[in-house]
Structure formats: structure tokens, C-alpha cells
């Protein structure tokens, strides 16, 4: 774990995380393949999913720092399935998320420690795509007042 969270002195083996199962998709070739991902969900967002509105997340897992790590190698509880893939910059984003239930320690009472979450509000309607661009076009741009960059 000490090569893992090198760059995070703040953060020890000991310090509480909820790791997040959402369904997502990725765009290729016009096709829409839908994957499971293991990422971190912060204390404000899992506040906000606990209230119940509609979320990719199936299910979440609340587990400490030193469950997860060992040395550099994340280890995948045995509670999400096999086919799930991790999601990117985990690391990083396990240490920020870490960071906030520390900031909020409340948050940390919503989920104990070794135990599954799975009563999200789980929707689909809004698909959550990881790969897909963004074009940007003159009609996204904001109309102003003729008078806007001029002194009168």
C-alpha cells in the first residue's frame, strides 16, 4: 500500500471509502456496448444517491484503504462480479474520495464498513457514456446584447 498512496501522506490504511458498481456504456462504431465499472463515489455523492435519485450505481461497497490496497495492486473486493472493470485513474480518485469522508465523517455512518449497499434508485434512462465526444457548434453560443463589450 505505501507505493500506492506515496504521494498521499494524509492517507492511511485505515481511512474509509465506499466503492461505487455503475453501469455504463462506450460508443464504438456506432454501436452502444453497455460495461460494468468499479470507481469511488464520494461522501457528497453518495449522500445525494441515498435520497434516492436515479443513479448508474447498482451497488455500493463501503470498505477501508488497506482493504483495497496491496502494495500497488488494487485488490477487487469479492463483492462486485468478475466482468467489472476498474475504472481510470482509480487510484487518484480512490485517494480525493478517501479525502472528502474525511472532511465529512458523518458520511461515513450512512454505509458500515464490510457491507453492500443496494437500494439506489437504478435508472437507465440517462445513459452514461465514457467515450463520447462533444461537439461544440456556433449554436451553443451564448447570444448577447448588441451593447454587451461596448462603453455607452
Known sequence: MANALANAPDVTADHYV???L???FLQEDGEVQQVRVIEPITSSSLEALLKGIPTSYELAYATTI???FDGETFQVPAVFPEDA???NDLTERIIASTRTYAKRPEATEHISVGTTYREFNHSLERKRVLNSDRVVT???NVKQHQYTHEVL
Open 18 to 20: 465506499v466503492l461505487g
Open 22 to 24: 455503475a453501469v455504463c
Open 66 to 68: 488497506g482493504e483495497i
Open 85 to 87: 472493470q476498474l475504472g
Open 138 to 140: 456556433t449554436d451553443d
